[in-house]
């Protein structure tokens, strides 16, 4: 599938180098363009070059490094503020979950009903396993 895609993009550009190339040499026949042999090619002075991509460099270094140190504030004290909250949300179902453990008291009969039901089924298991033998 890829390369399909890069196949397809290779034809598109190199189609559209021989339209440019072909309106070009169509101008040229017409006479609306003319050729100059010589092209200007003025080249500044290696200091001043020098002088300006330095400036530019540290310019563009400090607003990144201030750009850097801001996100970095920014989202620790996102993470963090986030953090807090989510350990409260933590501690609360904790405490709600205790305080409903808490208030569910089981009635004194229905304690007795319980274990005289454990009592039945391990009665029931024993004569079970004494039948098998």
Do not use: C
């Not at 920014?74 to 501690?91: H, P, Q």
């Not at 009635?107 to 005289?116: A, E, G, N, P, Q």
């Amino acid at each position: 599938m890829l390369a399909y895609i890069l196949v397809i993009l290779f034809f598109l550009s190199l189609i559209s180098i021989i339209a440019m190339i072909w309106r070009k040499l169509h101008l040229l026949q017409n006479g609306q363009i003319l050729i100059n042999p010589e092209i200007p090619l003025e080249m500044p002075h290696l200091k001043s070059i020098k002088y300006f991509t330095v400036e530019n460099i540290k310019k563009y270094e400090h607003a990144l490094l201030e750009t850097i140190v801001r996100s970095y504030i920014k989202s620790a004290n996102f993470l963090k503020n986030k953090y807090e909250e989510i350990k409260l949300r933590i501690k609360d179902r904790i405490n709600k979950n205790h305080i409903n453990k808490d208030r569910k008291e089981i009635s004194k009969f229905l304690k007795i009903v319980m274990d005289y039901k454990h009592k039945i089924r391990e009665i029931k298991h024993k004569i079970k396993k004494e039948e098998n033998l």
